[in-house]
């Protein structure tokens, strides 16, 4: 333990012990997943960050080490902490400079945003001596002064290699490619059981192992091509859920990109033909199926029974509407009634009249 603390102090860290933790320490092989709460803290207490807190939740960080994350400092704190442990450490400017940037990035992370959202196109070094600001003032002011930070952590959990599924991020080309296949079908299973919402996770993931793979290709390229044809199945699956769900405008939205690349598709024509219908654009939708009959004529049946379903719900909302407005504009119109008038004159020079706006009921 004095060794570690020794070994510590040479590299620029100073470790304080809060909770020791039970067990053994692991070895922490490359590939080993920690998940760990942590508060960062200028030298003068000021907190920068709490994952307790951050984004209005509280979500701890999950690392997998030997990935390269952008901190590194914060592999070589874990390293030294048990499970269940709780550790101060106080870092070396060397090791924190890069500090705003990943608070950023954890930031918008916290909030559903993208993670490299107002980041330029340049090394983390680059933009830490650059005059960019990172859309945070106290970030931005650590930028510009860097300086020591305080990192408290709780290691919470240690998972060795291979006994958990790696994120999407975290793995490389070919397992993502290996990994495709597999989620695919367990999707389809998923979606057998009933269990749509979470068959249109399942599908997500592959389409974002895809995407992410076919952003390192050159648009119209072979493997581009390979890699589109993979993420199209996927993406009718992903709208066939959407379409269970309720959520049409995103069907119709993911469909119209599948015909502008693929004016062949009949299944992209026809789930966005549904969709339409449920919002009530009639003419998209009889256009759609008259394009689904045109490329597959033996649909004939189905799509004959999607008008006639389509044509019983607008004539049951245009009865609706006129029961509605039935008697909206017929008035119970009181008896005239006779009035007198004195042929006494009657002078207005003395009278005050207030005029007031009708009350709005």
């Known amino acids: ?17 809060v909770n020791p933790g039970k067990g053994e320490l692991s070895s922490f092989p490359n590939g080993t997943k920690v998940i760990f709460h ?41 390293i030294t902490m048990r499970k269940g442990e709780i550790a101060e450490f106080i870092c070396d400017t060397k090791h924190t400079a890069i500090y705003p940037l990943v608070s950023q990035s954890l930031r918008n992370i916290s909030v559903g945003k993208d993670p490299l959202e107002g980041q330029r196109h340049c090394c983390g070094i680059a933009q830490i001596h650059s005059h960019h600001s990172v859309g945070h003032k106290d970030l931005d002011h650590l930028q510009a002064n860097p300086q020591p930070l305080v990192f408290t952590i709780e290691l919470l959990e240690v998972f060795p290699p291979g006994s958990f599924q790696l994120d999407v991020w975290a793995m490389t080309d070919d397992e993502k490619l290996a990994f495709v296949p597999q989620i695919h079908e367990e999707g389809n299973k998923l979606f057998k059981q009933g269990q749509i919402s979470e068959a249109k996770e399942k599908y997500y993931n592959g389409i974002a192992c895809l995407k992410n793979l076919q952003m390192k290709e050159h648009p119209g390229d072979e493997n581009w091509l390979k890699l589109d044809q993979m993420i199209t199945p996927l993406l009718l699956n992903y709208c066939q859920c959407l379409l269970l769900l309720g959520q049409y405008y995103e069907v119709i939205e993911h469909c119209t990109s599948l015909v502008f690349k693929y004016e062949n598709n009949v299944k992209a024509f026809y789930k966005r033909a549904k969709a339409h219908a449920a919002v009530w654009n009639e003419a998209e939708a009889r256009a759609d199926f008259a394009k689904v009959l045109e490329l597959d004529p033996s649909l004939g049946p189905s799509v004959a029974k999607e008008l006639r379903a389509m044509e019983e719900k607008i004539r049951s909302k245009e009865k609706e509407e006129k029961g509605r407005y039935k008697g909206l504009f017929k008035y119970n119109t009181p008896p005239a009634t006779a009035t007198t008038v004195s042929p006494k004159k009657v002078s207005f020079s003395n009278c005050t009249h207030n005029f007031h706006r009708p009350t709005d009921t």
Not at 1 to 17: F, T, V, Y
Not at 39 to 50: A, I, Q, Y
């Open 1 to 17: 333990m004095e060794e570690e603390a020794r070994k510590l102090l040479e590299e620029g860290i100073k470790k304080k012990l």
């Open 38 to 78: 942590y508060r960062t803290s200028l030298c003068d207490g000021n907190v920068l960050d709490d994952s307790r807190t951050m984004g209005g939740r509280c979500k701890p960080m999950e690392l997998i080490l030997g990935k390269k994350f952008k901190l590194a400092v914060w592999e070589r704190l874990v």
